[in-house]
């Protein structure tokens, strides 16, 4: 039932604004070629794998962070509740808040910091076989591609 209802939100994502009913909106959340530092990706070739992933973190009244990671496959997020800074190994960071959406860095270390009660979804454009995190200091050649 999940992946009908799913299904259907795609398709009514990408009609155009003249084929809905008066009773349907559609928005495009976020679009772009870059991620939200300016960085570039690419898709990677072979059997394609869309991944859906809901983060949801509770820190209690103290900062929380994600360890260090990076991305091999180009993702978006969208937040549901709350809020994350995203720190890139570089220095740069970007506060996101409840309802906006972003493209995410990839192969680009960084870490998320949690300061109150958040919910993301996080929609991840993968290859069947590479992993959609990879923590710093893993000696996977995916680790490799990360700067």
Request: hydrophobic content about 40%.
């Amino acid at each position: 039932m999940k992946q009908v209802v799913f299904g259907v939100a795609a398709i009514l994502l990408l009609l155009p604004r003249s084929v809905l009913a008066d009773e349907i909106a559609a928005a495009i959340l976020q679009s772009g070629s870059a991620s939200w530092d300016g960085g570039a990706f690419a898709y990677p070739q072979g059997q394609p794998e869309i991944s859906v992933q809901k983060i949801t973190a509770h820190p209690n009244g103290k900062q929380v962070e994600l360890p260090v990671h990076c991305h091999p496959v180009p993702l978006s997020g969208y937040v549901l509740k709350g809020s994350v800074t995203v720190v890139t190994a570089a220095g740069k960071s970007r506060l996101f808040k409840t309802g906006e959406a972003f493209i995410e860095v990839s192969n680009t270390w960084h870490k998320g910091i949690f300061n109150e009660d958040t919910e993301l979804l996080v929609f991840y454009a993968g290859k069947k076989g590479v992993p959609l995190v990879v923590k710093q200091g893993d000696s996977s050649p995916f680790a490799k591609e990360c700067k």
